[in-house]
Each structure stands twice: as structure tokens, then as C-alpha cells.
């Protein structure tokens, strides 16, 4: 069952859009240099704050372009001063680039093989301005489908995860031969332990709208309309041999509670809490999918 679900994910059409960075991280004054693919890419911000992303090699003599200043939305190559924008030049192209306001997404139509897609393929999120947003970013040595396989098996949570999870039963799974569709979901009814016996009862749908992401929703609860993204960004091949793929999750808290308004004017505090979280849940599910790559590759 948890195959049939991981292939047709992969099967899903994802436009070559790959989740790059997170939004927060990505300043006006510095760019970021990131791996997709075993392609070496820059990501950086213009004068009007938009997101571009481009190779990460000066068409001059190859230097870093991630250790280049951004100067009027410009990147400054650190080793001879050439000016790089969005435009491009000769050598050099950026490739389209998606801010949604939480992630930084980039095409690579080479990459991924896909007839392209203007904008990546977004699930439906609660409102920005209302949420409480964290993200966690791990590395693990395995393959984006085993990320994607972790997150199709809700039984592992009550025994993995017992120290967040209580009560975990699953009410309805997709049959082997379902079609994608709304009913290609994973139920789940689920306590998340707050402290010792105390826990927030919840029903939760896990789904898949795109090959590398998994979206968890709240449907049931006080947090209904939570979701948390789970994306898998493929990076290359580690000088091990093995497969590097980077796991970027979006948390983003939401409730129609009255007192949940007080939790967003703590957002300073808990964000470190709620990546604390998801940093211990995911140390233990790259344990799983580093393992269930491995046997694959036996």
C-alpha cells in the first residue's frame, strides 16, 4: 500500500519546481549558495525584494557567486568585481524562480524532465498573517522517495514517535489501485503529547500534491487547518557514493481559538521550540529512510 502511494506521488507532475531555500533566510545583502541535483546554484534578492536564482559559478573564471556581495540587487563577484543580475548575460542564465512567501522554489526543466509549469504546485495553506510558521531544514543520505515513504507510513509514529504521539490509530488508507484524487489519502486519528499524560487529541490527512512533497492537515481539532509541508529536495551524490537528499519542513500552525493569538505574539519563543520537535522526529525518521535506502541499494 505505502509503494502504490509513494509511486503514484512520484508519478504526480511537479513542473521541474524544486523547493531552494526558505523565504526568512534569504536576506537583501547576502546570497545563498545551494546544491540541486548536483547542479551548484546562487539565490539572491533584488532591490525590490523578488527572489532570483541562478548558477553558482562566475561565467568569468567559475568563482563562487555564494560568496559574492549583492550590491543594488546586483551579485558582485568577489574575485573581479563582474556585475550579475536577473537579466543574465552570455554564459550565464538565471532560472525562473517562485518566492510563496514561506519557501524560495527554483525550475530546473534540465533536472527534471517534465514539461514546465509557470508556478511550482502549491496545497492550499492557512492564512499567512494568522499562522504561526517555523521551518527545519536536515540532510539525510537517501533519496527523496524515501522521505515520501516515511511520511505514507502513519503506523510507524506510535512506535518511532511515542514521545509525541499517543492514541495513533489509522481510520483510512488509499487502495493499491487508487487513482490520485482526494480520496489518494492517508486518516489519521492522533494525540500530540503536550506534557507527561496531557496530549491534543486531532484527525489528520496525509497527501501528496506534487513527487517531492507530503502535505500533513489538520482536519479535525482545535488546530484544524494546520498543515505541515514536507519537502524533499534531491542534492547529489555525497563523496560516499551515496545519495544526499535535503529535507525542508514548513510548519505552519493555525487555529480559530481565541488564545491562539497569544501563541502568535510568542512566535519569537516557540519557533526555536517547534524546530527543536521536528529536529528530534526527523533525526529518527532519517534513521528510516537512510535505512530503507540502503537495503534498496543492496
Known amino acids: 500500500m505505502i509503494d502504490a502511494a ?10 521541474n519546481w524544486y523547493v531552494l531555500a526558505t523565504s526568512a533566510e534569504l536576506g537583501s545583502r547576502r546570497p545563498l549558495g545551494r546544491t540541486v541535483g548536483g547542479i551548484e546554484l546562487v539565490v539572491w534578492r ?15 573564471l567559475g568563482a563562487p557567486l555564494c560568496r559574492s556581495r549583492v550590491v543594488q540587487g546586483h551579485l558582485m563577484c ?3 568585481g563582474m556585475r550579475l543580475d536577473a537579466m543574465g548575460r552570455p554564459g550565464w542564465h538565471p532560472f525562473p524562480t517562485y518566492d510563496d512567501g514561506v519557501l524560495v522554489w527554483v525550475r530546473l526543466d534540465e533536472l527534471g524532465g517534465e514539461p514546465p509549469l509557470p508556478e511550482p504546485v502549491l496545497a492550499p495553506r492557512p ?12 540532510i539525510g543520505r537517501c533519496e527523496p522517495a524515501d522521505i515520501v515513504a516515511n511520511r505514507f ?10 514521545y509525541f504521539f499517543a492514541n495513533l ?5 488509499p487502495s493499491v489501485t487508487a487513482d490520485t484524487g482526494e480520496t489518494d489519502r492517508f486518516l489519521v486519528e492522533v494525540s500530540f503529547r503536550v506534557a507527561g499524560p496531557l496530549g491534543v487529541p486531532a484527525v489528520a490527512e496525509f497527501s501528496s500534491p506534487e513527487p517531492r512533497t507530503v502535505l500533513m ?32 519542513e514548513a510548519s505552519m500552525a493555525y487555529s480559530e481559538q481565541p488564545g491562539f493569538s497569544v501563541a502568535r505574539a510568542a512566535a519569537p519563543v516557540l519557533r526555536p521550540l517547534i524546530r527543536a520537535a521536528a529536529a528530534r522526529l526527523w533525526r529518527d525518521d532519517l534513521d528510516y529512510a537512510e535505512r530503507r535506502y540502503r537495503l534498496r541499494g543492496r
Request: with cysteine; charged share 15%; hydrophobic share 35%.
Open 127 to 138: 492564512p499567512s498573517l494568522t499562522s504561526l510558521v517555523s521551518v527545519l531544514t536536515m
Open 153 to 162: 507510513d502513519p503506523w510507524h509514529g506510535s512506535w518511532l514517535h511515542s
Open 217 to 248: 492537515r489538520i482536519v479535525e481539532g482545535a488546530a484544524t487547518g494546520s498543515v505541515v509541508e514536507t519537502h524533499a529536495t534531491p542534492i547529489g551524490t555525497g563523496r560516499d557514493g551515496t545519495a544526499r537528499t535535503a529535507v525542508i
Open 6 to 15: 509513494v509511486g503514484r506521488a512520484l508519478a504526480r507532475p511537479s513542473g
Open 78 to 80: 568577489h574575485w573581479h
Open 169 to 173: 490509530q489509522v481510520l483510512s488508507t
Open 46 to 60: 533584488d532591490e525590490r525584494e523578488i527572489a532570483h536564482a541562478g548558477p553558482g559559478a562566475c561565467p568569468h
